[in-house]
Antibody, heavy 120, light 110 residues
């Protein structure tokens, strides 16, 4: 059974870096894209970016200057770093799996989500 | 302001058929697949439809997707109370990319 679990601080101060980790169990990293998506409270979904198992990354242009996604296959984890956060970055952050070389099978497994609040 | 446009709300009675629309452009839906996700209250989204009209294993055939030009639709037949949720469309976007979501539609079962 494929499971994804987000972990990281629930509170981050403005201007600091938000760091989250997604731990994978029940599957390998091979041939999949691994995504981060966020959802501000009461609002819709926003794609942050994704990393292919080879390490190749693709980011949302609106966040690209502040985002880094990395993978550590030895730990079965991939991570999100979002720099210089503001209150607008307060959201539930989800990690998810996207099968296929071109990611054309949708986001088929999701973590339960991790609420990150940006506040001093 | 989402790149893909969905109605903010939709409603229906049990047993009814409802459709939710998703309007895009030539840089997204017009040339790429459409995906639909269901988000029950307090939970993570769940994949309902991929590649315009394909259902993942375990998704009831009451859910169906279609695409025409730069628009897409999700149809739910035999509406049930447990279908009450938020529904999101998504697609690749060659301009705003890599992927974009609609603003979501809140479905109420009356």
């Amino acid at each position: 059974q494929v499971q994804l679990q987000e972990s990281g601080p629930g509170l981050v101060k403005p201007s600091e870096t938000l760091s989250l980790t997604c731990t994978l169990s029940g599957a390998s990293f091979s041939t999949y894209h691994w995504s981060w998506i966020r959802q501000p409270p009461g609002k819709g979904l926003e794609w942050i970016g994704y990393i292919f198992y080879t390490g190749s990354t693709t980011y949302n242009p609106s966040l690209k200057s502040r985002v880094t996604i990395s993978v550590d296959t030895s730990k079965n984890q991939f991570s999100l770093n979002l720099m210089s956060v503001t209150a607008a970055d307060t959201a539930v952050y989800y990690c998810a799996r996207m099968p296929g070389v071109y990611g054309d099978y949708g986001l088929d497994y999701w973590g339960q989500g991790s609420l990150v609040t940006v506040s001093s | 302001q989402s790149v893909l446009t969905q109605p903010p709300s939709a409603s229906g009675t049990p047993g009814q058929r409802v459709t939710i629309s998703c309007s895009g452009s030539s840089s997204n839906i017009g040339i790429n697949y459409v995906y639909w996700y269901q988000q029950l209250p307090g939970t993570a989204p769940k994949l309902l439809i991929y590649r315009n009209n394909q259902r993942p294993s375990g998704v009831p055939d009451r859910f169906s997707g279609s695409k025409s030009g730069t628009s897409a639709s999700l149809a739910i037949s035999g509406l049930r109370s447990e279908d009450e949720a938020d529904y999101y469309c998504a697609s690749r976007d060659d301009m705003s990319g890599p992927w974009v979501f609609g603003g979501g539609t809140k479905l109420t079962v009356l």
